[in-house]
């Protein structure tokens, strides 16, 4: 079964820094694997999605993702964190039926 | 585009009563997913529907649960009787093809609270 674990449940940055956040995803075939956005009492918010053509992958914001399939890992960066990207970012793998992980609140203070 | 619509966005009851939860997906979306979330647990996928049809719902978590989707611009979650852990936020979302590389566009939510 396909599955995305997340490290760090929080993680609070300073405005201006560089934001990191941790997913490493299990599969045993070519996963197709997303970044979600959460701000408090809405739904969720695509971010970006790795579909096996670039490792790479830009997405909104200014987050960006890389596909690395040897270290199993689909780390979600942006260079300078604003204020407004304080919110709970979740990793996602699709099997037919997404599956997310526990998800990452992130601060950003000022 | 009006996006996902659910209804209510909040929904307070006693136990025991019934609750039905709606949801209105994408014009041309033809997959449906509900998911509950709370803190304990998280993400949950709890069915998902492919052209009006539910394809897995090993996540509906009892029987009291239920879903439908009576036409392709509708679909209900049903939980009777409802008990008070039933309290989540209840999301459903769409997607435009069964394709598994399409993400999904999620609703704003129904918060319910069963007391």
């Known amino acids: 079964a396909q599955s995305v674990t997340q490290l760090g449940s929080h993680v609070s940055v300073s405005e201006g820094a560089l934001v990191l956040l941790r997913c490493n995803y299990s599969?045993?075939?070519?996963?197709?694997l997303f970044w979600y956005v959460q701000y408090p009492n809405q739904g969720l918010q695509l971010l970006l999605k790795?579909?096996?053509?670039?490792?790479l992958v830009k997405g909104i914001n200014g987050f960006e993702a890389e596909f690395k399939k040897s270290e199993t890992s689909f780390h979600l960066t942006k260079p300078s964190a604003h204020m407004s990207d304080a919110a709970e970012y979740f990793c996602?793998?699709?099997?037919?039926?997404?599956?997310f992980g526990a998800g990452t609140r992130l601060t950003v203070k000022p | 585009d009006a996006g996902v619509i659910q209804s209510p966005r909040h929904e307070v009851t006693e136990m025991g009563q019934e609750v039905t939860l709606r949801c209105k997906p994408i014009?041309?979306?033809?997959?449906l997913f509900w998911y509950r979330q709370t803190m304990m647990r998280g993400l949950e996928l709890l069915i998902y529907?492919?052209?009006?049809?539910?394809?897995?719902d090993s996540g509906m978590p009892e029987d009291r649960f239920s879903a439908k989707m009576p036409n392709a611009s509708f679909s209900t979650l049903k939980i009777q009787p409802s008990e008070p852990r039933d309290s989540a936020v209840y999301f459903c979302?769409?997607?435009?093809?069964?394709?598994?590389?399409?993400?999904?566009?999620f609703g704003s939510g129904t918060r319910l609270t069963v007391v």
């Open positions: 979302a769409s997607s435009p093809n069964r394709t598994v590389g399409y993400g999904y566009t």
């Open positions: 599969s045993s075939v070519p996963p197709y």
């Open positions: 790795y579909t096996s053509a670039a490792t």
């Open positions: 996602a793998v699709s099997t037919w039926g997404m599956r």
């Open positions: 014009s041309g979306h033809n997959s």
């Open positions: 529907f492919n052209n009006n049809v539910p394809i897995d």
